[in-house]
Each structure stands twice: as structure tokens, then as C-alpha cells.
Antibody, heavy 121, light 109 residues
Framework: QEQLVESGGDLVKPGGSLRLSCAASGFTFSDYYMIWFRQAPGKGLEWVSYISSSGSFTNYADSVKGRFTISRDNAKKSLYLQMNSLRAEDTAVYYC??????????????WGHGTLVTVSS | EIVLTQSPGTLSLSPGERATLSCRASQSVSTTYVAWYQQKPGQAPRLLIYDASSRATGIPDRFSGSGSGTDFTLTISRLEPEDFAVYYCQHYASSMGYTFGLGTKLEIK
């Protein structure tokens, strides 16, 4: 069964840092692009970042560029999101997701259940 | 940047009725890069439709997608109680990442 499980969400003060993790199982992790999305309370979905299957290529939404870093460890079948200089507007449930097809950017399936990040003093 | 505008914002229908949800792109896009998702409260999104009209694995055939250019539609032929949720259209491109519409909330009338 293909599964993604996020962890690391927490309450953090503005300007603080947090590292999210996403553990994959049930598929060959190193074959797929991986993506982070977020959803602020009561709001819609926002793409945050994606990383290629090898980790050699990354891309970020303008809203997080320069503050967030996506990475992966294919040996550990894990995806990460290092979040620095956090702001109140970064408060959201963060989801990791996998591309539907190996090796290319495609629609997302499956998704993790999400982890909540709250930025507040 | 491509902006996706979904309408209506809220759709009130009864089980058994037909639902038609619209997604309009700010510029013409390839059908290859258009998808639809369903999200229920407290749950992650679920992929319904990819390539504008192909059903994802396990999606019932009452869900169908259509459209081209700037106008795309998700149709639910006969609503079941479990279909009441929020629906998002999505476009993606390697240079721009993923873009979502603001969603259509399908609620029970």
C-alpha cells in the first residue's frame, strides 16, 4: 500500500525555524518527484515546492523562495522541508504528495494526511 | 502566471441530481496539465481526474471531466451522499509548479 506520513508540525514563534518530514512506503521512492503543498485554515490549496526524483532539481513558490528548502534522502525514503524565517502567514496544514507517474511532474497521488504548522507568538 | 477561476463558489444540490463545476484558466492551457481533486473536511485531497478527462484509479464513472483551451468542467452525473465536498481544479507546469483554483463547495440542499 502506497503511503506518505508527514511529521514535524508544531507551534513556532515568528522568525523561527521548523523541519518537516515525510516518510514514504509501499513504492520505489527514488523514482518519483515529490511535492509539498499547504492549506491555511479555511483556505484553499497552495503549492509550496517540488523536487525531482534524484533531488537534482527543485522549484519553489514565490511566497517561500529563499526561506524554505526542500530535500530528500532516497536511501531513507524520506522527503523534507526546512522552513526558516517563519511568518504568521505560513500557518497551515502541510501536505506531502507524490506524482502519479514516475520521473515527471504530473498530478498528485497519493497524498499524506498533513501536519499542522502554527506560527504565532 | 496562470490563474484558475472556479464557479460557482458554492453549489447546493440534492442527492441524485447532476452537478456541473466550472474551471476557467486565464490563458489557454494544454489538457494534459489539468486535473481535478476532491477534498472532504479533515482529509487530504484526492485525485479524481487527470489530463482533463481521464479518471484516476478507483474513481467511479459518475465523475467525468471535459474541456479544452481555457474552459474545463467536472461533471458528477448523479450525486451520492459521499460526493458532497470541496472540489479543486489544478494546472501544473515545470516552470510554474502547481496552481489551484479557489474551489467549489458542493453542499447538500
Amino acid at each position: 500500500q502506497e503511503q506518505l506520513v508527514e511529521s514535524g508540525g508544531d507551534l513556532v514563534k515568528p522568525g523561527g525555524s521548523l523541519r518537516l518530514s515525510c516518510a514514504a512506503s509501499g513504492f520505489t521512492f527514488s523514482d518519483y518527484y515529490m511535492i509539498w503543498f499547504r492549506q491555511a485554515p479555511g483556505k484553499g490549496l497552495e503549492w509550496v515546492s517540488y523536487i525531482s526524483s534524484s533531488g537534482s532539481f527543485t522549484n519553489y513558490a514565490d511566497s517561500v523562495k529563499g526561506r524554505f528548502t526542500i530535500s530528500r534522502d532516497n536511501a531513507k525514503k524520506s522527503l523534507y522541508l526546512q522552513m526558516n524565517s517563519l511568518r504568521a502567514e505560513d500557518t497551515a496544514v502541510y501536505y506531502c504528495a507524490r506524482t502519479m507517474v514516475q520521473g515527471v511532474l504530473t498530478p498528485l497521488d497519493p497524498w499524506g494526511h498533513g501536519t499542522l504548522v502554527t506560527v504565532s507568538s | 502566471e496562470i490563474v484558475l477561476t472556479q464557479s460557482p463558489g458554492t453549489l447546493s444540490l440534492s442527492p441524485g441530481e447532476r452537478a456541473t463545476l466550472s474551471c476557467r484558466a486565464s490563458q489557454s492551457v494544454s489538457t494534459t496539465y489539468v486535473a481535478w481533486y476532491q477534498q472532504k473536511p479533515g482529509q487530504a485531497p484526492r485525485l479524481l481526474i487527470y489530463d482533463a478527462s481521464s479518471r484516476a484509479t478507483g474513481i467511479p464513472d459518475r465523475f467525468s471531466g471535459s474541456g479544452s483551451g481555457t474552459d474545463f468542467t467536472l461533471t458528477i452525473s448523479r450525486l451520492e451522499p459521499e460526493d458532497f465536498a470541496v472540489y479543486y481544479c489544478q494546472h501544473y507546469a515545470s516552470s510554474m509548479g502547481y496552481t489551484f483554483g479557489l474551489g467549489t463547495k458542493l453542499e447538500i440542499k
